[in-house]
């Protein structure tokens, strides 16, 4: 089936440091949605991308959306530990008409 | 602002009890969601409906009932509960899910089943 992978699992850094996880779909999406998850919390959403080779950027996050509409990517500047939690993406597949999480990456900051 | 509600925080059932969890919108979403989610699994989908009295599976509906008789409200149903169901159920709405919109959460609902 289709399947949303995400990497890396987990990531620890030094506040101040750099974080950027990569999100991969087996087939192709029709858009992909980032989420983020405070620890005790629930998932809440942060961006839609929608076009191919698509850029957005919010602050210190910028999210990428592949030119094959197959990955994406979430890359935060220069972490704070504002910004610990585990972070999602989920994408519609074109084909299979549902609607995919990845298992998310877990982001641990250090002051 | 919209806001999804759980109907409990955390649960604890015995193994083979009927189980209800109840998720109430009040922004008028037409679709609404079941997931749980567990550790390295992310958040699977069980059911989902797109309008009353509809319902969808998702990818792991064995074991599991839903219910959608008003608009505003969406049921989860174990049958007969067992202990691979212990897990954290999270519920959540949309407008219109082709259209690219976002979901919103409910807090979540800690199910140990024991």
């Known amino acids: 089936g289709q399947q949303v992978m995400q990497i890396p699992q987990y990531q620890h850094v030094q506040e101040g440091e750099d974080f950027t996880t990569y999100c991969n779909s087996s087939?192709?999406?029709?858009?992909i949605q980032w989420y983020k998850q405070r620890p005790g919390g629930h998932p809440v959403f942060l961006i839609q991308?929608?076009?191919?080779?698509e850029v957005k950027k919010q602050k210190r996050l910028t999210f990428q959306f592949g030119e094959a509409k197959k990955n994406s990517s979430l890359h935060i500047t220069a972490t704070q530990t504002t910004d610990v939690g585990t972070y999602f993406c989920a994408g519609w597949h074109n084909y299979g008409q549902n609607f995919v999480f990845g298992p998310g990456t877990r982001l641990s900051v250090l002051p | 602002d919209v806001k999804v509600t759980q109907s409990s925080r955390y649960l604890v059932k015995r193994t083979g009890e009927k189980v209800f969890l109840e998720c109430v919108q009040d922004m008028d979403h037409e679709n609404m969601f079941w997931y749980r989610q567990d550790p390295g699994l992310g958040l699977r989908l069980i059911y989902f409906s797109y309008d009353v009295k509809m319902k969808e599976k998702g990818d792991i509906p064995e074991g599991y009932s839903v219910s959608r008789e008003k608009k505003e409200r969406f049921s989860l149903i174990l049958e007969s509960a067992s202990t691979n169901q212990t897990s954290m159920y999270l519920c959540?709405?949309?407008?219109?899910?082709?259209?690219?919109?976002?979901?919103?959460f409910g807090p979540g609902t800690r199910l140990t089943v024991t």
């Open positions: 959540a709405s949309s407008p219109f899910l082709q259209e690219g919109q976002e979901q919103y």
């Open positions: 991308l929608v076009k191919s080779g």
């Open positions: 087939t192709t999406l029709s858009n």
